[in-house]
């Protein structure tokens, strides 16, 4: 099954899709974006071209190759960083870069050579970075197959199966060493220090939940989501305002925003998977964005004993949407409200974020779809 | 031979040092004569190293509480802390100067250096599927791979933090290339050259990178956050290096020599695991000048069944063992001719040189 490009561009986002989910229509939104930011469309993979020329990675793919045949898992996720579509590349780091030309640089701070677009050449690396380290949660997500160790029927499978975890450690690792590199140029101690948070919250992603699979609340449902995806990319932000010198308050609020932002978007897709019947067809649940239904967001809100177990026709209950819709258009007041002071709101970028989020709203008053 | 003449001539110049050093050269009975005036020195780094420990653990605490468990599990009392006793020992050496006292931020790099180290050594440990480390299970072993490789970034994380708080750029910039040489290191071990010549060097870039590269720019931020006044910093920095890499690759070829002639129980992991990784240390290529046949052995990385236990023997009967212990003194006398070149003490001690000559010529005879 072929996804579009919009959904690949949304769940490779965070932005968990449902794939007959028709509005709101984000192409034109996507589009624009890109063409704020100035992306050089000649850019067409993640794994920016200077990053593939050399002998880690070519060890890597020679790895690859001898995975070719076999089972593992790691190859559905390598077919997808390389097959993808120069929309799903730069997905994250979109939306930083929305952020940060939202932000604007500071007069002080004014180097012209260094800033096309209104975005300073240091924020756009950055940005690449944040995306690089979204490929390493997805690496890590690939491993785990040798728990199955002592299976004596998993023998014939073994040796694959340890060459793939290799690949997924070392690929991981690669990423994770480029990262710092790239980091230690800025020469911003700072930037380190938030990122270095943010990748320690996405290890913590992992653990939150301990032996349990299931939610038992919406602050949990927050506090997960926060960790596995929203922190990173808002610490994106929050980094790309460190690197022009805004100021720690300001940071801060670009911080939130991203969150709101982010929040909002995972909630209204979470919602329009449940709500719509096609939600039984098992097709549609396999893209690696959607996450198990006892860890989505109408879950989290469900009134439910502890015992009980939940079947999905529960989820899609009108009541429940509704209190859902309600916390998600909450959700997004917050980042409109966010949006309206300290941005510059001339600026094509600030009115960008405001449409994105003004869709989902809208979307969630129409229940069209949803 | 002609080094270690040349080197100790060189002693002879400074006084002080080549007291400890003829000390060390000459058997066991001296040896605890150095031992036990190096005590009350000894017993100062040790103070360090107990903080350095609680500080490790005190700052991978979090509320998950798995990752809490996991993430401290290979920083118990087993581990030799080897990397923070030099840093701090260097740290204080140069200290000496001015106010005798560690820094925070130096013993924040020697915190760091153990940090990077052991989340290295989980994610080695998942490549490699060993399943012993420091005389108990792997941390892959008892929670799985994708858990240990994930507390090993957390740890990696949290280290970031740490090292970004001592607010140096060109401190940041040493550490990460301490953590991209790591990760280059481990790529290195997955090919065999294909010719001798190129194997040694190949090896000698690899245990630089896994094991040198660390000791020597850990050692280089340590000089750099001494805040030393009135000497040239840059040039101390670069001693400070140099003395770090000539450490380390002395340190890692003694390993490797104890690789193939220590038993399990004393490496607290197995033995021969180099070996059986398919990997060619100093021992065996230097064996294999000597026994051609061993090539093809090298070539196909041990892999078909009886090819270690050939390559054992080969190697005991060569002169293999003598050659890389040979070459590990050369590097341990190198790093020694190094400190020489450091500032003395201003109360004329040289306590904690003296101690890190010490470190460096008991790394040659260490067992584990």
């Given amino acids: ?370 | 031979m002609f080094t270690i003449r040349r080197l100790s001539k060189q002693f002879l110049t400074c006084s002080v040092i080549s007291r400890s050093y003829r000390y060390l050269s000459v058997g066991a009975a001296s040896h605890k004569t150095a031992t036990e005036e190096l005590q009350p020195t000894i017993n100062i780094i040790k103070e360090d190293l107990q903080l350095i420990h609680r500080d490790i653990l005190q700052h991978l605490g979090c509320y998950e509480q798995e990752l809490n468990e996991l993430a401290k599990y290979h920083f118990d009392a087993k581990g030799k802390l080897i990397r923070p006793m030099i840093i701090c020992t260097m740290a204080r050496s140069f200290n000496q100067q001015q106010d005798n006292f560690l820094h925070e931020n130096q013993r924040c790099i020697a915190t760091l250096g153990e940090m990077i180290h052991t989340a290295s050594l989980i994610h080695d440990d998942v490549v490699d599927s060993s399943d012993r480390r420091r005389g108990k299970p792997a941390a892959a072993v008892q929670w799985g791979p994708k858990k240990a490789v994930l507390a090993g970034d957390y740890i990696l994380g949290i280290s970031s933090v740490l090292l970004a708080r001592i607010g140096n750029s060109d401190v940041v910039s040493l550490l990460a290339r301490v953590i991209q040489d790591l990760v280059r290191g481990e790529f290195m071990q997955l090919s065999t050259k294909e010719s001798d010549a190129e194997q040694f060097q190949d090896y000698l870039n690899k245990t630089f990178c896994k094991t040198a590269s660390l000791f020597a720019n850990t050692c280089k931020a340590a000089a750099l956050l001494g805040n030393l006044r009135d000497i040239n910093l840059n040039q101390l920095a670069d001693y400070a290096y140099e003395f770090g890499k000539n450490f380390g690759m002395a340190f890692q070829l003694i390993d490797d020599l104890l690789d193939v002639t220590s038993t399990d129980d004393d490496l607290g992991k197995p033995a021969t695991a180099d070996l059986k990784l398919g990997l060619s240390t100093a021992p065996v290529l230097f064996a294999s000048q000597q026994f051609p046949e061993l090539q093809t052995l090298i070539l196909r990385r041990f892999s078909e069944s009886g090819d270690i236990e050939r390559a054992v023997e080969l190697i005991d009967q060569s002169d293999g063992k003598a050659r890389t212990y040979h070459l590990a003194q050369q590097y341990a006398n190198e790093a020694c001719r190094i400190l020489s070149e450091f500032p003395q003490s201003s109360n004329g001690s040289n306590r904690f040189l003296n101690y890190l000559i010490y470190l460096t010529q008991s790394t040659l005879e260490r067992r584990h």
């Fill in chain 1, 1 to 370: 099954m072929r996804f579009s490009p919009i959904v690949r561009f949304l769940s490779s986002n965070g932005f968990y899709v449902h794939i007959k989910n028709k509005t709101p229509n984000w192409q034109p939104l996507l589009s624009q974006g890109e063409k704020i930011i100035g992306y050089p469309s000649s850019l067409h993979s993640l794994v920016n071209l200077k990053y593939l020329f050399n002998e880690e990675v070519s060890t890597l793919v020679g790895y690859l190759r001898k995975l070719v045949g076999t089972q593992h898992p790691l190859l559905k996720l390598a077919t997808n960083m390389l097959d993808s579509p120069p929309k799903t590349a730069h997905s994250r780091s979109l939306l930083v870069l929305l952020i940060s030309k939202a932000a604007g640089i500071p007069q002080k701070n004014y180097q012209e050579d260094m800033i096309k677009h209104g975005i300073h050449e240091h924020q756009r690396q950055l940005a690449e970075l944040i995306e690089m380290s979204n490929n390493l949660t997805l690496a890590r997500i690939h491993l785990g197959i040798l728990g199955h160790r002592g299976i004596v029927d998993l023998k014939e499978n073994q040796s694959d199966l340890e060459q793939g975890n290799k690949v997924a450690v070392l690929g991981g690792d690669y990423l994770l060493s480029q990262a710092c590199g790239k980091l230690a140029e800025f020469r911003k101690p700072q930037v380190v220090e938030t990122i270095g948070h943010a990748i320690a919250d996405m290890c913590k992603a992992e653990f939150f939940l301990k032996d349990k699979q299931s939610l038992s609340s919406l602050t949990e449902w927050y506090q997960l989501t926060a960790l596995s995806v929203a922190n990173l990319v808002a610490s994106g932000c929050r980094a790309s305002l460190q690197l022009v010198d805004h100021s720690t308050s300001f940071q801060d609020q670009a911080y939130h925003l991203c969150r709101h932002i982010i929040f909002s978007c995972i909630m209204y897709n979470e919602i329009s998977q449940y709500s719509s019947s096609i939600s039984h067809d098992p097709a549609s649940l396999t893209l690696y964005g959607t996450v198990s239904m006892n860890r989505s967001f109408p879950y989290s809100l469900m009134n439910k004993s502890t015992t009980e177990n939940v079947a999905l026709e529960q989820l899609n209950n009108e009541e429940l949407l509704d209190h859902c819709r309600d916390q998600c258009l909450v959700e997004s007041n917050k980042a409109l409200d966010l949006l309206k002071e300290n941005f510059d709101q001339k600026s094509s970028a600030t009115s960008l974020i405001r449409s994105i989020i003004q869709q989902i709203q809208d979307g969630l008053f129409s229940k069209k779809v949803i």
